[in-house]
């Protein structure tokens, strides 16, 4: 399996952007899909999630950031606004299918004026 992440940028603070997540196979067979985000010199932490059809996010991120997925494009997506300074890192998306994990390589959000 695996996952195309993509639509990183550079953007102003209080702007938006929308990460997607291509798999190569439909995501139905996912149990989970999510994003993580590691900013320079931290750890990968987990963004948001959803599974079945619930979703959770970081507490930095609620009310900001929305996961959402495409059945029909085999995609799911981060949508992002009210962007600050300190969401910069590279972003991850990641699904899970049984006891298996599979990672997007990372797309870089940068927000900075």
């Known amino acids: 399996v695996q996952l195309q992440a993509s639509g990183g940028g550079l953007v102003q603070p209080g702007g938006s952007l929308r990460l997607s997540c291509a798999a190569s196979r439909s995501i139905f067979s996912f149990n989970a899909m999510g994003w993580y985000h590691r900013a320079p010199g931290q750890q990968r932490d987990i963004v948001a999630f959803i599974s079945g059809g619930s979703t959770n996010y970081a507490d930095s991120v609620k009310g900001r950031f929305t996961i959402a997925r495409d059945n029909a494009k085999n995609t799911f997506y981060l949508q992002m606004i009210s962007l600050k300074p300190e969401d910069t890192a590279v972003y991850y998306c990641?699904?899970?299918?049984?006891?298996?994990?599979?990672w997007g390589q990372g797309t870089q959000v940068t927000v900075s004026s």
């Open positions: 990641d699904a899970r299918a049984g006891f298996q994990n599979y």
